[in-house]
Structures are given as C-alpha cells and as structure tokens.
C-alpha cells in the first residue's frame, strides 16, 4: 500500500535559520504530493502541492520539489521566521483514490526569536 | 472566505456513550471526510462521503459510523464510545472529483478535541 514517511520532530531553530524537512513516500503508479500546515489551534491548511515529477511547488516562502527517482518531496525554507512554528504534514493522493489523502505523521517545527 | 465548522472544540464523554461529532461546510463542496489525528500517526481516514447519503470506508472505520443527510452537513457517529477513540477529530470538504487521478484542495475544520473517559 501507499505510504509517507517524515523526519521526526520536533525541529527547533532559531529565526533566520535554514529549514529542511524531509519526505518520502512509497506508492504504486505517479501520485501528488502536499505539504499541509497545521497552526496552532486550528485545522490543516495546504501549504503547497506538486502533481508530476520534477514540478516545485512553493508558497509563503517554503519550496519542495517532486524528485520521482528518490521518491522525495522534502519541504525547504530559507529563513524561518516565529510564524513558521507549526505542525508540517506531507501528504500524497494516489491517482486511483478519487482525491483521498494519504498523510505522514507531522513534524513539529519550533522556531524561537 | 471558505469554512469548516465543527460543533466542538473540546468534548469529554464517558464509556459507552453514544457521541455526535458535526461538521458544516459552506462552500458547496459534494466531498467530505472525517480523519482522526494521534501523535506519531499522522491523519489517518475514518470515512469519506462523496454525496448527499453516500458513505465509504477510510482506512480505520471500526467502531464509527457516519450520516450524511445533507450536502452541506457531515456527521460522525461513536455508537458507544471506548477510551481508545479518545483523539482529535478532523472534518474536511473539496470540491467534485471529475476523474479519480485528479486532486481538488481539501480546506479543514479547526478540529474537536474528544476525550473518552
């Protein structure tokens, strides 16, 4: 079955810092890959996305790039700032599941001043 | 500006109750889910609902059933709850899949924090 492995956190930074979470995943076929974020407090909101190989995805400053040959969509942010401090889940959606969501397990990102 | 809405932040129930989870949506979206979310494990998939009275199975429906009576309305039934289902529940809404290799955005709902004692 499909499946989507992260780093364990949390991650703990200082703002300014250089970010890197990595994601694998292991799926039958060519599925899309997500990053979701989760504040705290609230729901899950899509951070970014990338639907075939070699696509980059980015958004607010956070990029992840679709590498087919090593199964990879590690999330990248250059300078993190206190904002970032989140849950980050990786995400995939294989193209025979009508749009469900495969998730892993979330990597807490902890940036302090 | 797009809303999921869940009937409770926080929840504590006893064992053997029968609980009531509800999830409104106000973007007309025909999909909805209900995940559950334990650390270590991610989001994982109780059931999905595709239409008005059209139900499936996630990856761990054991022990949930759900209701979909309205399009905009999404309802997660523990018929007798166990200190196991103690969680946080998430509810999510997109918008029709047209071929199922495509992908529509899910928005989620700030989530309900239920406690089973």
């Known amino acids: 079955g499909n499946s989507v492995t992260q780093m364990e956190g949390p991650v703990t930074l200082s703002e300014e810092a250089f970010l890197t979470i990595n994601c694998t995943y292991t799926a039958t076929g060519y599925p899309s890959l997500f990053w979701y974020v989760q504040y705290p407090g609230e729901g899950l909101q899509l951070l970014l996305k990338?639907?075939?190989?070699?696509d980059k995805g980015s958004n607010k400053g956070f990029e992840a790039t679709y590498r087919k040959e090593t199964t990879s969509f590690h999330l990248e942010k250059g300078s993190v700032q206190v904002s970032d401090s989140a849950v980050y889940f990786c995400a995939l959606s294989d193209p025979d599941s009508w749009g469900k969501l495969q998730f892993g397990a979330g990597t807490q990102v902890v940036v302090t001043p | 500006d797009v809303k999921v809405t869940q009937s409770s932040r926080y929840l504590v129930k006893r064992t053997g109750e029968k609980v009531f989870l509800e999830c409104v949506q106000d973007m007309d979206h025909e999909n909805m889910f209900w995940y559950r979310q334990d650390p270590g494990l991610g989001l994982r998939l109780i059931y999905f609902s595709y239409d008005v009275k059209m139900k499936e199975k996630g990856d761990i429906p054991e022990g949930y059933s759900v209701s979909r009576e309205k399009k905009e309305r999404f309802s997660l039934i523990l018929e007798s709850a166990s200190t196991n289902q103690t969680s946080m529940y998430l509810c999510a809404s997109s918008s029709l899949i047209l071929r199922r290799e495509s992908y529509n955005e899910q928005f989620f709902g700030p989530g309900t924090r239920l406690t089973v004692l």
């Open positions: 990338a639907t075939k190989a070699d």
